[in-house]
């Protein structure tokens, strides 16, 4: 094996499965569930807007409740973790997510010293990012050399750059080595 990485994996879109929980806090509040392939980053435009993101906002806490992981993220990331310094880099949308998040974390048995809450992705000081957001892997916000951006392939971030390594979570663990 290689020499042990520091890795920054994103949770929303890589572990947990937003789109999902975002549907359920969607049909709760309106009582209808939302239908259709989310193809874009914004999943709640995707959907024409059946509630506003300050909605969203509001119930971070609902939200948080009803998100789940996705099939294969849990033996992935525990691979990673065998393997690899893992640290969570996730982007809170307020604080009441911030709180959400980092209990969701802890209550999985992820202590908050392993916790990264930040929205630029670019202020990253670790060998890999693994990220379903394009935005937090090139650009502005993105990461920056040294650090390798990973794209975790989900159908809102089909257009991410060919410089970017893009593949499904479970197959991250034998990119590393």
């Given at each position: 094996?290689?020499?042990?990485?520091?890795?920054?994996?994103?949770?929303?879109?890589?572990?947990?499965?937003?789109?999902?929980?975002?549907?359920?806090?969607?049909?709760?509040?309106?009582?209808?569930?939302?239908?259709?392939?989310?193809?874009?980053?914004?999943?709640?435009?995707?959907?024409?807007?059946?509630?506003?993101?300050?909605?969203?906002?509001?119930?971070?806490?609902?939200?948080?409740?009803?998100?789940?992981?996705?099939?294969?993220?849990?033996?992935?990331?525990?691979?990673?973790?065998?393997?690899?310094?893992?640290?969570?880099?996730?982007?809170?949308?307020?604080?009441?997510?911030?709180?959400?998040?980092?209990?969701?974390?802890?209550?999985?048995?992820?202590?908050?010293?392993?916790?990264?809450?930040?929205?630029?992705?670019?202020?990253?000081?670790?060998?890999?990012?693994?990220?379903?957001?394009?935005h937090n892997l090139v650009g502005e916000t993105g990461v920056r050399e040294p650090c390798r951006p990973i794209c975790i392939a989900r159908?809102?971030?089909?257009?991410?750059?060919?410089?970017?390594?893009?593949?499904?979570?479970?197959?991250?663990?034998?990119?590393?080595?």
């Amino acid at each position: 094996m290689s020499r042990r990485l520091r890795v920054a994996v994103d949770v929303d879109g890589v572990l947990v499965d937003f789109v999902s929980g975002l549907a359920d806090l969607v049909e709760r509040c309106t009582g209808v569930r939302p239908r259709g392939r989310v193809t874009e980053w914004d999943h709640l435009a995707a959907w024409g807007n059946p509630v506003t993101w300050e909605y969203v906002r509001e119930h971070a806490l609902k939200l948080a409740e009803s998100l789940s992981w996705y099939h294969e993220a849990q033996d992935t990331l525990a691979r990673l973790m065998r393997d690899h310094d893992v640290r969570f880099a996730t982007t809170p949308m307020n604080v009441d997510w911030l709180g959400a998040r980092a209990g969701w974390l802890e209550a999985h048995g992820f202590p908050i010293a392993k916790h990264i809450h930040l929205h630029d992705k670019s202020w990253l000081a670790a060998d890999v990012l693994i990220d379903d957001g394009v935005h937090n892997l090139v650009g502005e916000t993105g990461v920056r050399e040294p650090c390798r951006p990973i794209c975790i392939a989900r159908p809102w971030n089909a257009h991410c750059p060919l410089s970017v390594t893009r593949v499904d979570f479970a197959d991250v663990p034998m990119l590393l080595g």
